[in-house]
């Protein structure tokens, strides 16, 4: 059996103590190396019935039983809540969008600071269609939606909250979807991760990367460990 060369030590590394940092600087380092994040195109509604709609990369999928999405939304400079947290709190629910490639200018019209009060989902030219489950309304040109419901909230500082959301409701694009087994094409699904600063990554060119076994492993070695094109 071969075994893969070993994985050369860094050289040189710089230690950051986080209890020393500004949580600017966290910030930057975090947001520079945990990457590329998934986006999370985020609709909901206020009491008032106006729409909301907003990005969030400190996004991700926690759990499948039950389905728990998280969010991560941080205050004003006022530590006021922001649009989102302010209507999940008032409404109990909230809609996740993924990002593809097609709709990534608009997504980025939606994170224009603009005032309370301003449908931000007319401002990019997206549609809003009728929640099932929940109040507020999925993106029609969004490949992919998930219907939350609230599930708890994290007070975890004063400067962010983390929003846990139970999905109860899917839309996905008939193409994006096999129907036979649930596998959702990442070629057509066509999201896009962000990455630090103001950049973003496609998700072309994906590969597959199988979890061996052990038996695999022990038998095969590193020619288990390979990678292989996903066919478009």
Known sequence: MTKPLPIPAAADAVTFDFAKLSGRERYKLLIGAVVP???????TIGLDGIINAAPFSFFNCLSADPAILALG???????EQKDT???VRDTKAFTVNIVSDAILEAMNVCAVPFPSGVDELEQ?????NAGRAVPCPWIAESPVAFECRHHSTLEIGTSREIILGEVVFAHIHSRVINLANLHIDPA???AVGRMGGHAYAPT???FDLKTMSV???EEFGIAANRRTAISP
């Open 37 to 43: 994040r998934p986006i999370a195109l985020v609709t």
């Open 73 to 79: 939304v941080e205050y004003k400079p006022s530590r």
């Open 85 to 87: 947290g302010r209507n």
């Open 124 to 128: 990019a030219g997206l549609s809003a």
């Open 188 to 190: 057509k699904l066509d």
């Open 204 to 206: 072309r060119g994906a």
């Open 215 to 217: 038996e695999a492993w």
